[in-house]
C-alpha cells in the first residue's frame, strides 16, 4: 500500500522560502507522477505544481517563478521548494501521487506565511 508523509511546514514570515519534503512507501516511487496541492480554509482543494514521471512540469500561476517541484527517485521522495512567501501561500499542502486510476494522499503539512 503507498504511503505518502509529508514535513517541512511551519511558521515563515512574508518573503521567506520553506522546503516541503514528501516520503513515498509501498511501491516503486520512480513510475508514479506526483503532484503538490494546498488548501486554504473555506476553500476548495487547488493544485500547485506537478511533475510527471517523465520530467514534465507544470504550475499554478500564483506560483510560477517562486516554487519548484522535484524528486529523488534515489530516496523515494519529492520536494517542493517554495522561495518568496506570500501571505496567500498560507494553505495545508497536500502531497499526491497517481499512476492510472491509483491514486494515493499525505495527510497534508500546515504552512502559515505571517509577519
Known amino acids: 500500500q503507498v504511503q505518502l508523509v509529508e514535513s517541512g511546514g511551519g511558521l515563515v514570515q512574508p518573503g521567506g522560502s520553506l522546503r516541503l519534503s514528501c516520503a513515498f512507501s509501498g511501491s516503486i516511487f520512480r513510475i508514479y507522477h506526483l503532484g503538490w496541492y494546498r488548501q486554504a480554509p473555506g476553500t476548495q482543494r487547488e493544485s500547485v505544481a506537478n511533475?510527471?514521471?517523465?520530467?514534465?512540469?507544470n504550475y499554478a500561476d500564483s506560483v510560477k517563478g517562486r516554487f519548484t517541484i522535484s524528486r529523488n527517485n534515489a530516496v523515494n521522495t519529492a520536494y517542493l521548494q517554495m522561495n518568496t512567501l506570500k501571505p496567500e501561500d498560507t494553505a495545508v499542502y497536500y502531497c499526491?501521487?497517481?499512476?492510472?486510476?491509483?491514486?494515493?494522499w499525505g495527510q497534508g503539512t500546515q504552512v502559515t506565511v505571517s509577519s
Open positions: 499526491n501521487c497517481w499512476l492510472g486510476v491509483a491514486n494515493y
Open positions: 511533475l510527471t514521471k517523465y520530467g514534465v512540469t
